[in-house]
Structures are given as C-alpha cells and as structure tokens.
C-alpha cells in the first residue's frame, strides 16, 4: 500500500523564478504551461495526507512568486504534514519570512553554491549571494529553522570549507551537500562538472569539513549523490554503524510533484523517462500504487533490483545494496540508470589498477526542464596527460582552506567495508 511506502514530497509549485542558475536541473524561469490552478493544489495537498505523506517541501523555479504560495502551506500545515521551503533567497524580506512563519513553514534551506563571486555567477543575477544571507537573517528573527543547501562542481569546490564558514556565521543548523550533475542547464555548461577521477581529490576535502562541521554543531546531510562505500562513506551518512548508502529511494519513501501536476518517484528525475501520470488523469494513489514508473525500485533486495546494472556498477561487490547508487546521477549522464561515475569506492577501485575515467558530451540536451544528453565514459591510464583547454581541472592545491585550520589534527577515519 502507497501509505507505507511514501513518506516525503518535494512539490515544485511553480517554474517561475528570479534567478538564472547554470545548474538548474528543470531550466526554471517562466512558469510552466497549465500549472496547478489554487482548487486543483488544495486538492492535491489532501490526496497527499491521504496516502500518508508526512512531510512536503515546497520549491521552484521560486515558491514565493506563485501568488497561493502561503495559502497551499497553510493547507499542508492545516493537514498535518510538516511544511518545508527550499529557496534561492532573493528576495525574502523580513515580512514575508514572519508571514512565513504564520503559514506553517517550519524549515527552509537556502541555496548557496560558492563564495559571493561564485555564487553570483552560477545563479546568473548579482546581489544573489547578499540576499541568500540577507533572507537567512530575516529567517532567524522571524523564529523559522533554517540550512542551505550547495551543489558541489568545479567552481564552488575550491570554496567549499571557507563556504562552510560562512553558512556556520550565519547560524544555519543544516547543511545538504551534492554532487552538480549534467541535467538542464548543467548538460549545456558541463565543464563545470566534477570529473570522476576528480573525486579522490574532493572527498577527503569534503570529510573534513563534515568532522569539522559536526563538532560545531552543524549537520551536514550528503546528497544521494555523494559517497558510496569510500572510507568517509559512515562520517558523510551520519557516523553510526548503519549510516551508509543503501540504494536509490524513488517511489519508495520519496515523491516528486511538478507544477503542472506530474508525478515521479524522486523530484530530480528526469521527466520523459519518469513520470508516471498526472494529478489530473489519475488520483494520486493510482499513479503511487500503479505505474511502473514510481515502483521501478520494489525489486530492491532480489535478484530483479539488479537487473538494470551494466559497466563498473554490474560487476561491483556493493551491486545488491547499492543498486547503482542514484538513479538520477546515472540517467542524466548516460540517457539510462545503472551505471554511476560519481562513486567514491569505484574511483579508488580502479586508481588501484592505474586507471581512471573521464566523460565527455555527446549529444547534447534539448532545452526542456528535467532534460539530459548523453555523455561518454572514457577508461584511460591514470598517469595520462589531461586534455587540453581545461582551465577548471580540480585538484587538492586549489582548495582554499582557512589559516585557522592549519594548526587542526589531521582526519582518521575507518574504511565502511
């Protein structure tokens, strides 16, 4: 039954946004055709409590532009569930975060991806950076929880323990971190994307501030796409002996909700591919409980939940639990899932055996929101010259670490397997 399997929706209420973000997976900017009318929302917001969805967290484009915003919080509070936000931030002043707070919204992340030069230049808008900050103080007074949010590429990675210094500051009580990945505006600017072989250099980057960031009070909450059996895999998760990656959760325990009334299995995959129905063909148990395409992940535990693997993924040790780790990183790179090149354990793997791999874009994506191309793996020595014209290329001298580090211990941590 559909009410003990979906626990959490992510509802994009609207496409329109203020920003023009080089990494936006669903292209966000103008509303989309025929979004969700006020009574076809509120409607939905009652299925949702229906088949037992716990928690819902609106987003865009920008939630705060649609003009109903506040009044389908109200409802979703009204319902029961926890009301969530994740926002660019530009533009939420004090006002609107305390009517915020009337209408139930109990958390808000707000994204940040690098310093200010950074951020501004992969959201497309100057003064972006300065309203994210501004909007988390305003978030504060008005008494409403708040993290952000920051997607990890070659731009922001540099940055990223000085970035965490910053979010600290600001009194963000939670931190999600992710991989940038070639969906929507991504596939068409991808040499921002982190190349796999990249990860042996980011990873202990990214472990270190987590320890660090734990001991002061902040929770760092990994992607699906980040980790996968590497030695920091426990300390990413959570540090218990069960926190570590245990396959891909779409249509198990997560919604995905567009504007328009699509539903799929996780927010971020790709629409064409994953989309079981609309809100305004089937209810929205149907489409949970039917459709093929938010059940793809039932098998998980028999021999059906590895059926999908091919490359590195099929033959790997972790196949039965991992599953290929997330979908969405898998299809957005190669036009299917089952093979994820943004695995830590499978970068080391094969850095054992004096190779790595690099992708490339071949066919480039076609201009839709939750669109994607297809790239090409390439499995080269690891000593290999890199190519040419790449003034990006990440490597662990360019991580600009703060002075008050030098002085702190070395990371020791246990390998997960």
Known sequence: ??????????????????????????????????????????????????????????????????????????????????CGMTT??????????RKMKQA???????????LEATHDHLRGRQGSWQWAFKTMSNLKEAGITFGCNTQINR?????????????????????QIQLTVPMGNAADNSQILLQPYELLDVYPMIARVVQKARQEGVNVNAGNNIGYYGPYERLLRGGDAWSFW????????????????????????????????????YSLRTIIEETEQLRFNLGAGTPKGTEHLWGFCKT?????????????????????????PYCHHRAIAQSKQGIRERVYIQRQANGNPFDNGEFALVEEPINAPWPEN???????????????????PELVIASVN
Request: aromatic share 8%; net charge negative; glycine share 12%.
């Open 1 to 82: 039954m559909s009410d003990r399997r979906i626990s959490y929706a992510v509802w994009e209420i609207t496409l329109k946004c203020n920003l023009g973000c080089q990494h936006c997976g669903s292209r966000a900017g103008h509303t989309r055709a025929k979004e969700l009318s006020t009574e076809e929302a509120l409607d939905l917001v009652r299925q949702m409590a229906e088949v037992g969805i716990k928690e819902v967290t609106i987003i865009g484009g920008e939630a705060f532009l649609r003009p109903d915003w506040l009044e389908i919080a109200h409802a979703i509070d009204n319902a029961g569930m926890l």
């Open 246 to 281: 245990q396959g891909c959760n779409a249509g198990l325990a997560t919604l995905g909700i567009e504007a328009d009334g699509s539903i799929k299995g996780c927010p971020s995959l790709p629409t064409t591919a994953y989309t079981g129905g609309n809100i305004r063909d």
């Open 390 to 408: 790449d003034p990006l290329h990440f490597t662990a001298d360019k991580i600009q670490w703060p002075e008050s580090w030098a002085e702190e």
């Open 155 to 175: 731009l922001s990675a540099p940055e990223f323990p000085q970035l965490y210094e910053h979010i600290r500051d600001a009194g963000a009580v939670a931190w």
């Open 104 to 114: 139930g919204i109990k958390k808000v992340s707000v994204s940040v991806d690098g």
């Open 316 to 340: 790997c040790e972790f196949a039965e639990l991992c599953r290929g780790g997330c979908s969405w990183t898998a299809h957005v790179f190669f036009d299917k899932r089952g093979n994820n």
């Open 88 to 97: 660019g931030g530009y533009g939420i002043t004090l006002d609107t975060a």
